[in-house]
């Protein structure tokens, strides 16, 4: 059958994005003022990286994806490589007491932002040449074949998740790596490998998750607010009052456009890890449940993708593109209605930072090209 270009996907993208930066303009101005004593400083900032993942998403929409099945190990090793070149001086930039920028004047780039996409390529493409030299029934199933799939199948895939989990561990980035760990996850898991590989590695992450909790206080406070909000709503728990604050004050039809208040600096982070809060109370409850349905939508649409394909690096990368971004939002959501601890996910399309949005850029592009060439 002749592939077409997903139209759908196209429209649903250029909505939020266009709608994501509409929002963002208005919401922006009190924090623009404040910090830099112009109104348009983190709107123009947000355009021009925009513009950025536009071009490079439409790049990544004419790129050959047998070229980029063929280069994605080495794109992904030149994407961790730029992990560590964070902790380097004059290059590296430190913010908030973490190393994960690299300093470029007026721009900082987040590696591990585009590490959720090239892990998704390299992933992909190692599985399916592995699953090219299984055979016709899929992956082995007998006792010495089961022996075969853990040392040439389940040992490597460990492996490459230990060493993601070192480097974003390093860059105090728990957050970026259980998203990252997860997306890779359900890769692995879309190849249809054995059930107990899965069960194993959430075993494994929930253990290793508890062992971050233990011994970084930061994250434990996280997770005792979350527990318990009501015990410091001034101090550690003020974004997440603030924030249901905001969704209440909204109520089913929001306040308008442009008319929030809680952006005047009494939501911390209004203009990215609370901006779903921002959305609740201009739009209201109305709103905010049109913009959950809309990722629901965009999830749908990319599984759709993913089955319609014929190749399987191409169906295990839309699997993981689709995966990775409405994965962001309701971690996003979920935390700003106080259903999930504080992260500092971003809102895909939606939240004030170039990295994330550039990256989200290229996966759009990846989907659509899977979409038409698949």
């Not at 790049?59 to 070149?85: D, E, G």
């Not at 780039?109 to 996409?117: A, M, N, R, T, Y």
């Not at 979350?226 to 009052?241: A, T």
């Not at 952006?263 to 209004?270: D, E, H, N, S, Y």
Request: glycine share 10%; net charge positive.
């Amino acid at each position: 059958m002749k592939k077409h270009f997903n139209y759908y996907l196209f429209f649903l993208v250029v909505f939020l994005a266009g709608f994501g930066f509409l929002f963002l303009a208005c919401l922006s101005v009190p924090a623009s003022l404040q910090r830099f004593n112009t109104a348009n400083y983190y709107l123009l900032h947000q355009l021009i990286l925009l513009i950025a993942g536009v071009i490079l998403g439409f790049v990544f929409y004419r790129i050959p994806l047998k070229f980029l099945k063929k280069w994605a190990p080495y794109i992904f090793l030149a994407n961790f490589f730029c992990l560590f070149l964070v902790f380097l001086p004059v290059i590296g930039l430190k913010l908030g007491g973490a190393s994960r920028w690299l300093n470029f004047g007026k721009f900082a780039v987040q590696p591990s932002e585009f590490l959720k996409i090239t892990a998704i390529l390299y992933l992909s493409a190692w599985i399916a040449s592995k699953l090219s030299d299984a055979p016709a029934s899929g992956w082995k199933s007998t006792a010495k074949r089961g022996y075969h799939n853990a040392v040439y199948i389940f040992v490597p895939f460990l492996m490459l998740l230990a060493i993601i989990s070192i480097a974003l561990v390093l860059q105090s980035d728990a957050s970026t790596l259980g998203v990252i760990s997860l997306t890779l996850l359900a890769v692995y898991f879309s190849a249809r490998t054995p059930i107990w590989h899965t069960f194993l590695v959430i075993l494994a992450g929930a253990g290793s998750l508890l062992f971050l909790i233990r011994f970084e206080p930061y994250r434990l406070d996280r997770w005792l607010i979350f527990l318990h909000p009501e015990s410091d709503p001034l101090g550690k728990g003020f974004q997440l009052r603030q924030s249901l604050l905001s969704l209440g004050s909204g109520g089913i039809f929001g306040k308008g456009l442009g008319m929030s208040t809680q952006k005047f600096g009494f939501l911390p982070q209004a203009i990215s890890d609370s901006i779903f809060a921002i959305v609740g109370e201009e739009l209201g409850i109305a709103g905010a449940v049109i913009l959950i349905a809309m990722f629901v939508f965009f999830f749908y649409l990319g599984v759709k993708i993913a089955k319609n394909s014929n190749d399987k690096f191409y169906k295990m990368t839309a699997i993981g593109i689709t995966f990775w971004i409405t994965l962001q939002a309701f971690i996003n959501i979920a935390s700003t209605i106080g259903i999930f601890p504080m992260t500092g996910i971003p809102l895909p399309f939606f939240s004030y930072g170039g990295s994330h949005l550039v990256a989200e850029m290229i996966g759009v592009g990846l989907l659509l090209n899977i979409s038409k060439n698949g």
